[in-house]
């Protein structure tokens, strides 16, 4: 069974600070990874899509890493804002289904 | 330039009752798609499209129809709605998957079955 499973569940950072979360999958064939913002009461939003043969990408503060070898990606916040807070939700496609992490909450604190 | 547009963002409904969600894109996108979010878990898959009149079941289909008479709009019904359908539902759409193209949300609607 294809899963995506998300590290830490949630993490209090101050703000400035810089993070990093992880995301570990067992999804083949892989298709593509992507990372997704969700605000409280919203829907998400796409911050990042990665296919095989990129192992980095930024959008902003926000540095997705991909290492399709070890099935591991890390997700990177650089000098966090108090609208950083949100959770981040890691998606694995394979032959395009998609996988959906449990996502990590991450509330930044001033 | 709206995105995906939900209805209605609340509701309450007794054991049995039944009712329409309504999402409309104004993307131009084939794929539309309903997925429910409950605490702790990953979106999980309800129905999906791949173009107007076409409809597929995905991981949780039991309990839910749908139908995408209109390339922008796709329903979610619930027949007699349960407990176990409480959760927050949300429609995406995107362009086909090999396109590597993001999913575009909704901001959902929130289900209570009491």
């Known amino acids: 069974k294809n899963q995506v499973e998300q590290s830490p569940q949630s993490l209090i950072i101050l703000e400035g600070k810089n993070c990093t979360l992880q995301c570990n999958y067992t999804v083949s064939p892989f298709s593509n990874l992507r990372w997704y913002k969700q605000d409280t009461g919203r829907g998400p939003v796409s911050l990042t899509i990665?296919?095989?043969?990129?192992n980095t990408k930024s959008n902003g503060r926000y540095t997705a890493t991909l290492d399709a070898d070890t099935k591991q990606s890390s997700l990177h916040i650089t000098a966090s804002q108090l609208s950083d807070s949100a959770s981040y939700i890691c998606v694995v496609s394979a032959s395009y289904k998609l996988s959906f992490g449990a996502g990590t909450t991450v509330t930044v604190r001033a | 330039n709206a995105g995906v547009t939900q209805t209605p963002k609340f509701r309450v409904l007794k054991t049995g009752q039944s009712m329409t969600l309504l999402c409309a894109q104004d993307m131009n996108h084939e794929y539309m798609y309903w997925y429910r979010q409950d605490p702790g878990m990953g979106l999980r898959l309800i129905h999906y499209s791949v173009g107007e009149g076409t409809t597929a079941k995905g991981e949780v289909p039991d309990g839910y129809n749908v139908s995408r008479l209109k390339k922008q709009n796709f329903l979610l019904g619930l027949e007699s709605a349960a407990p176990s359908q409480t959760s927050v539902y949300f429609c995406?759409?995107?362009?086909?998957?090999?396109?590597?193209?993001?999913?575009?949300f909704g901001n959902g609607t929130r289900l209570t079955v009491t």
């Open positions: 995406a759409s995107s362009h086909p998957p090999e396109r590597n193209s993001p999913l575009h």
């Open positions: 990665m296919t095989f043969s990129e």
